[in-house]
């Protein structure tokens, strides 16, 4: 079956694999630009066409027309070389295997983890387990020069200790239409009005 799907509608809460599937195609074909680390450590992943950002105190920065953003997830980044970075969104992972090199956030953000220009080709989520019970959307791009990006929800804790789990989504992607696709915690995502990308920054 054909359809059409415009970047520009409002899609509440669901828990449909296709439909996230489908808003997540926007981001193929869109160069990549940079990565940045926000306030809070959080990985911003920066395509498409460069722009200010609205927020007059952000004025000296460049963000993308689409942010990726990782917030309560690991992410893993291997680069065309072969070279993988990853780092988990738990502040208590500060344990490195055998192997590992420690990167800062500026290291990760000077180092060419993948080529500027190089346009997304792949673009997919799929659901997946989070510790022992908890299912979620993972989020998994590939680039045009073989470098690839995974991003991993964590576990939801509770973070608050009133026996319920904190509501922070466990990614985002911020699109150029006012628009933001907020996936999960859990099985869920939607496709909301936003002001736009300036807050991940």
């Keep these: 079956m054909l359809g059409t799907l415009d970047f520009r509608s409002v899609q509440q809460k669901t828990t449909d694999v296709r439909g996230l599937r489908a808003y997540l195609q926007q981001l193929v074909g869109e160069p990549f630009l940079h990565v940045r680390f926000s306030y809070g450590d959080e990985l911003t992943l920066h395509f498409g066409e460069p722009q200010k950002p609205k927020l007059k105190k952000l004025a000296h920065l460049t963000e993308g027309s689409y942010v990726v953003t990782a917030r309560a997830s690991s992410w893993y980044f291997k680069t065309a070389s072969g070279i993988a970075v990853t780092m988990a969104a738990s502040a208590a992972d500060t344990g490195l295997p055998d192997g590992f090199v420690p990167l800062s956030a500026e290291q990760i953000e000077r180092g060419q983890l993948a080529q500027p220009g190089a346009r997304v080709i792949a673009a997919d989520a799929s659901a997946m387990r989070s510790g022992t019970t908890e299912s979620v959307f993972a989020c998994s791009l590939l680039l045009a020069d073989g470098s690839s990006i995974l991003i991993v929800p964590e576990p939801s804790s509770d973070v608050n200790g009133?026996?319920?789990?904190?509501?922070?989504?466990?990614?985002?992607?911020?699109?150029?239409?006012?628009?933001?696709?907020?996936?999960?915690?859990?099985?869920?995502?939607?496709?909301?009005?936003?002001?736009?990308?300036?807050?991940?920054?």
């Design 162 to 201: 009133d026996g319920g789990t904190d509501d922070v989504a466990d990614w985002e992607v911020f699109t150029p239409y006012d628009r933001y696709l907020r996936v999960g915690p859990g099985l869920g995502w939607a496709y909301l009005p936003s002001r736009g990308p300036a807050s991940s920054l």
